[in-house]
């Protein structure tokens, strides 16, 4: 059982440049989360999803863009990187809504914008 | 809202016991803990939920008080293998619960 899968592991960006990371899950679960983590900060909420087709910001969404087509997926865009947005993201899925359920979390991808 | 842990940091040698608390400004309807070691992804401790008795894992456990809208953690006999970071993760009342709001977090460090 792979659980939560996100890629890439690292990436280093330019200022300005755009990305996509990944996250797929194979447990079937409708919640989906970002998060980003900042040291010593904890974890912020970029932005979720309910279920296919529906998604909502988080705590700090600026800079980001998310779509849900299928239940499996749930990619994160980065556009127009910037140097705040040098962090660890993690990708994680619940069976039922966050507050209720354990929340299985990615490995996360180290981002680094130069 | 962010959740307040505390302590920020804790040392202890093996075999001793800590106690990790989190609190909120608003009412609560669950508290989820995690651990996450260096470079890793956080992993599911435990989950309290309102109305929900204490609960156990091994030689950690959690306890809810949901007036004070706080929760602590119990780390018995400690060992090794749980240092980490610490996460506390709070719900809102389960209607509009879809996500958690983390804690800074706190670092627990068990040497031999």
């Known amino acids: 059982n792979a659980g939560v899968t996100q890629t890439p592991k690292f990436r280093i960006l330019k200022i300005g440049q755009s990305m996509t990371l990944q996250c797929a899950q194979d447990m079937n679960h409708n919640y989906m989360y970002w998060y980003r983590q900042d040291p010593g900060m904890g974890l912020k909420l970029i932005y979720y999803?309910?279920?296919?087709?529906?998604?909502d910001k988080g705590e700090v969404p600026n800079g980001y863009n998310v779509s849900r087509s299928t239940t499996e997926d749930f990619p994160l865009r980065l556009e127009l990187a910037a140097p705040s947005q040098t962090s660890v993201y993690f990708c994680?899925?619940?069976?039922?809504?966050?507050?209720?359920?354990?929340?299985?979390f990615g490995q996360g991808t180290r981002l680094t914008v130069v | 809202q962010q959740p307040v842990q505390s302590p920020q940091a804790v040392i202890l040698r093996e075999g001793e016991d800590a106690v990790i608390n989190c609190s909120s400004s608003?009412?609560?309807?669950?508290v989820h803990w995690y651990r996450q070691k260096h470079g890793e992804a956080p992993v599911f401790l435990m989950i309290?939920?309102?109305?929900?008795e204490q609960k156990g894992h091994e030689k950690i456990s959690a306890s809810f008080n949901e007036k004070k809208q706080q929760s602590s953690l119990y780390l018995t006999a400690s060992q090794l293998s749980y240092s980490g970071t610490y996460f506390c993760g709070t719900g809102a009342n389960s209607n509009s619960g879809y996500a958690l709001n983390f804690g800074k977090g706190t670092s627990l460090l068990v040497t031999p």
């Open positions: 994680a899925s619940s069976y039922a809504r966050g507050a209720n359920t354990e929340a299985f």
């Open positions: 999803s309910v279920g296919a087709g529906i998604t």
């Open positions: 608003k009412a609560l309807y669950s």
């Open positions: 309290l939920l309102k109305g929900g």
